[in-house]
């Protein structure tokens, strides 16, 4: 067990609809992290956050927003999906960036139908 | 701009045999860090190892090795007497130098897809 957790588990909704991806990380962990991994793009890095605030964007749609509240955990916003949205989406949380190794949660896997 | 090569996509081996898996990197930065983890069937992905860019002695755990030689910019994956438990998908990743706590994503391979058979 990774110590991170990501809510729900699995996610099946249709096309045009909006979802919210949850995720808290590990105790103590300030940095969090999405990734998307599909079959044709592989792993791919969104958005990361630190202590609240955004630190780094990746190749994440202007459909897609996130944030990390006070409390430390983020949320994943995906909104007018499309079928090829249909992926399993990874949070991960760190310390430090860069000082520790990424922690990766079980993944929410989004079918959009 | 930073890149991970893994050129095998999938590899089959008969259970206790021994495997390496390839990693190849490109970046320009001179401090970086270096990971693999491991994607059982079950879809979670498990922290394996972290080397960053100044260390380069090999590392041994259990039935695993890796063997990180910078000249070639290789980081290799070696697993030694294989069980069929060792059925994944590993990852290797590479992760960029961090600045003001910006940074410390790490970009993926596109996976090497092990298959331990009985």
């Known amino acids: 067990d990774s110590g991170v957790t990501q809510t729900p588990k699995h996610l099946i909704t249709a096309t045009g609809q909006r979802v919210t991806l949850r995720c808290s990380p590990r105790s103590g962990d300030l940095s969090v992290y999405w990734y998307q991994q599909s079959l044709d793009q592989g792993l791919q890095f969104l958005i990361q956050?630190?202590?609240?605030?955004?630190?780094a964007k990746g190749n994440i749609l202007e459909r897609f927003s996130a944030q990390q509240f006070p409390d430390l955990h983020s949320e994943l916003n995906l909104s007018s999906l499309e079928l090829g949205d249909s992926a399993l989406y990874f949070c991960a949380s760190s310390r430090q960036p860069g000082n520790s190794p990424l922690h990766f949660g079980n993944g929410t896997r989004l079918t959009v139908t | 701009a930073q890149k991970v090569t893994q050129a095998q996509t999938e590899i089959s081996v008969v259970e206790k045999e021994d495997v390496t898996l390839d990693c190849v990197y490109e970046t320009r930065d001179t401090t970086y860090y270096l990971f693999w983890y491991k994607q059982p069937p079950s879809g979670e992905l498990v922290f394996l190892i972290r080397r960053n860019s100044f260390d380069e002695q090999n590392e041994i755990s259990g039935r695993y090795s890796w063997n990180f030689q910078k000249s070639t910019s290789s980081f290799n994956f070696t697993i030694t007497a294989s069980q069929v438990v060792d059925s994944a998908v590993y990852f290797c990743a590479l992760s960029e130098e961090v600045r003001d706590n910006q940074g410390g994503k790490l970009i993926f391979g596109q996976g090497t897809e092990l298959s331990v058979k009985p």
């Open positions: 956050y630190y202590n609240g605030e955004e630190r």
